[in-house]
């Protein structure tokens, strides 16, 4: 009974976080247990001050109380990520599992780095919230934006194009002092990862893929946002070991979303396309190519890729995923040539 409550509870406490609206009659359609229950169960999280309810019966919106919350605002001249992480971060996870703290310190320390080293910016910002089921981490900092510094230090085109390298992992616009681990590393590692600068918006979700857009805003700098379950079952070793081959250490296997290589509703047709997708492909020995959203692709965007490129490379080991059959296809047309 004990491990059913807290099933139910649980449940709730991730509704409020993620909907909110009617968390009681939602839960008592999804175990099927009767309103009344459901609402002793909100009842009693609101007792607790984990969650707080407003408005209407039929209309009750619920959110999780913060159960810490604060700021910090930093020069970034001078700043240590280490300091600020030992000192101002870790004493408010403290009582959290090892492996939490662990990817905490990892992405704390690494993104705050990432604006020392990188923003060219005056100052830093960081906010910090807990509640019931995990904690976030919000690090803003004043400099040029890391898309559009990015585009200008490598020569991009379009700043959309940094969103694709950096969801291959190894870019970095500092390779004496950079291995451009952090911020592949960091994604994966946290339940929700998001970039925000100037005017475009990038998120990678433990349950779903990159995914990019552009908003209206065009506020200079970057705001890094990081989400983790007080709970998660994870470890830095097992992101780790996801991206490198068995019996080996090294950073050298990523996974590609096919649909970052495209900008809005274009089609996947061209082979500049094709090349600005398998650019860098070089610095691993698989690339797992996600087609997920990818409906079809052209033949010679195909031909690129699977005959070109893997003609050229072929230590690089090009695995497909997600791909519908028009995009099987295309892939077999191409390495019918072969």
């Not at 390298?165 to 616009?173: I, P, S, V, Y």
């Amino acid at each position: 009974m004990r491990e059913r409550t807290t099933e139910i509870r649980n449940y709730m406490l991730t509704a409020c976080r993620d909907r909110s609206l009617n968390v009681a009659a939602e839960t008592a359609r999804h175990f099927k247990i009767s309103r009344q229950a459901a609402s002793r169960h909100l009842h009693a999280l609101e007792e607790a001050g984990l969650v707080r309810s407003e408005g209407a019966k039929n209309v009750k919106k619920s959110t999780l109380i913060p159960l810490k919350q604060t700021s910090w605002t930093f020069l970034l001249a001078g700043l240590k990520e280490d300091v600020v992480w030992l000192e101002s971060i870790a004493p408010l996870i403290a009582d959290l599992p090892g492996n939490v703290r662990e990817m905490w310190q990892y992405g704390a320390t690494e993104m705050i780095n990432n604006a020392l080293d990188h923003s060219e910016g005056l100052n830093l910002s960081i906010y910090f919230s807990r509640n019931a089921i995990d904690c976030e981490l919000t690090i803003t900092d004043d400099g040029e934006g890391i898309f559009h510094r990015i585009q200008r230090l490598t020569g991009l085109y379009d700043a959309r194009e940094s969103i694709l390298e950096l969801a291959k992992g190894k870019l970095t616009t500092d390779p004496q002092n950079h291995s451009g681990e952090g911020i592949f590393f960091t994604s994966r590692a946290f339940d929700s990862f998001v970039i925000i600068s100037r005017n475009l918006y990038f998120t990678h979700r433990a349950e779903k893929d990159d995914w990019l857009i552009d908003i209206d805003s065009d506020t200079p700098g970057t705001s890094i946002y990081l989400r983790l379950s007080n709970t998660c079952p994870r470890t830095m070793k097992e992101i780790y070991d996801e991206y490198a081959e068995p019996d080996e250490y090294a950073f050298n296997k990523t996974r590609v979303p096919v649909k970052l290589a495209r900008y809005e509703e274009e089609k996947l047709v061209s082979r500049s396309q094709a090349k600005r997708l398998v650019s860098r492909f070089e610095k691993f020995s698989t690339v797992i190519l996600d087609f997920e959203d990818v409906e079809e692709i052209g033949q010679a965007f195909a031909d690129e890729i699977f005959r070109v490129f893997a003609s050229n490379h072929p230590e690089v080991k090009l695995i497909t995923a997600h791909a519908t059959d028009a995009v099987n296809k295309m892939i077999l047309r191409a390495l019918a040539v072969r």
